[in-house]
């Protein structure tokens, strides 16, 4: 069975930071894309951020320069590491990966349960 743990969400005043940590568990074969999504309340669920597995990526316009997205291989981790953060950025943050478990040589889809981040004084 593979899942997704997420860890580091919060609270955190404006202009803090904050670091989110997902880690890939199970028996996988091979941890392809990585990334990570959030949705605020009221709002549809966007992409934040992703990272391939060689280390190319790419990040919604709201957060460039103030987030960076990274990985560790070894680890099956993904971060993401949130600077001078916004109200706006408020939101639960879902990891998202795409796998192949050791059971099946084909590719599946997984996210993470969702970490809050608030970012309120």
């Known amino acids: 069975q593979v899942r997704l743990v997420e860890s580091g969400g919060g609270l955190v005043q404006p202009g803090g930071s904050r670091r989110l940590s997902c880690a890939a568990e199970g028996s996988i074969f091979r941890v392809n894309a990585m990334g990570w999504y959030r949705q605020a309340p009221g709002k549809q669920r966007e992409l934040v951020a992703h990272?391939?597995?060689?280390?190319?990526?790419n990040y919604t316009d709201s957060v460039k320069g103030r987030f960076t997205i990274s990985r560790d291989n070894a680890k099956n981790t993904v971060y993401l590491q949130m600077n001078s953060l916004k109200s706006e950025d408020t939101a639960v943050y879902y990891c998202?990966?795409?796998?192949?478990?050791?059971?099946?040589?084909?590719?599946?889809?997984?996210w993470g349960q969702g970490t809050q981040v608030t970012v309120s004084s």
């Open positions: 998202n990966a795409i796998i192949i478990p050791n059971s099946i040589r084909a590719t599946f889809i997984h």
């Open positions: 990272i391939t597995v060689d280390g190319s990526t």
